[in-house]
């Protein structure tokens, strides 16, 4: 019997899910499978109550958990400053996989923004900035969901060293699964080169970490892929993750 048998029956005996009590669990039994595995025990746990966000540096994750749970819903957070190569990427995205692309924005636009608060938040407050116009949207769209999948990978930045494959999201109060914490810059370029994955084309103009184009600038050879974010500012996460 496998973690998802099991957690199948737990739901079918309870009709609920007590989510704290399988984190531990199936963060063990899921250390060192592989991607696929997890995710089909993401979607066989939560089902429609599982959902993805991406930030369309590239459609890795989105290609995975499509060929799992196809119609899955995507959430994107439109901050409105992004590139416009971002924006052609979800709009690909959504010509090409089979899921729900969902767009997420701020309470206020750019412009009410700058008229509330000073223009250039981004660069005189820069973790408020990125609460407003990130972290408080996604925390409203996860509101309806028991679980959502992230893409980030151990191997990015110290902050996120200690990931696990599945985790407690205490401030959301749901799961989080991160079924690629584990692979390595090498396991990312050969899984899009071998199934011809969308990628945003910036990727191929020394932009290998992507955010807001105000607080994203290009990389020089040698220089870590994220410290092309939020360069000179102290900072090196948006906050969604922490």
């Known amino acids: 019997m496998t973690l998802v048998d099991i957690e199948v029956g737990l739901r079918q005996q309870r009709g609920t899910l007590d989510l704290q009590d399988i984190v531990e669990s199936a963060a063990t039994f899921l250390e060192g499978a592989p991607a696929r595995e997890i995710i089909r025990w993401a979607a066989a746990t939560f089902g429609d109550r599982l959902c993805l ?43 090409v996989y089979d899921v729900n692309v969902i767009d997420i924005r701020s309470s206020r636009t750019v412009e009410e923004q700058d008229r509330d608060l000073g223009p250039r938040l981004f660069g005189r407050n820069p973790d408020l900035c990125c609460y407003l116009r990130k972290v408080e949207p996604l925390n409203r769209a996860l509101e309806p969901y028991l679980a959502w999948i992230s893409g980030i990978r151990r191997d990015e930045s110290p902050s996120r060293t200690n990931t696990k494959v599945v985790e407690w999201d205490a401030k959301r109060q749901m799961v989080k699964v ?12 050969n899984y899009m080169a071998d199934n011809g994955v969308l990628i945003n084309p910036l990727h191929y103009d020394n932009y290998p970490s992507i955010g807001c184009a105000p607080c994203t600038r290009q990389v020089a050879e040698g220089e870590d892929p994220r410290s092309g974010r939020w360069a000179g500012l102290g900072k090196v996460e948006c906050g969604i993750h922490l």
Request: hydrophobic share 40%; no cysteine.
């Open 53 to 95: 966000t991406s930030s369309m540096s590239d459609a890795l994750l989105i290609d995975l958990v499509s060929r799992v749970k196809p119609g899955v819903d995507v959430l994107f957070i439109d901050t409105g400053y992004h590139f416009a190569e971002t924006i052609g990427t979800r709009d690909a995205v959504r010509q």
């Open 178 to 189: 991160n079924p690629i914490a584990a692979w390595s810059q090498d396991d990312v370029d």
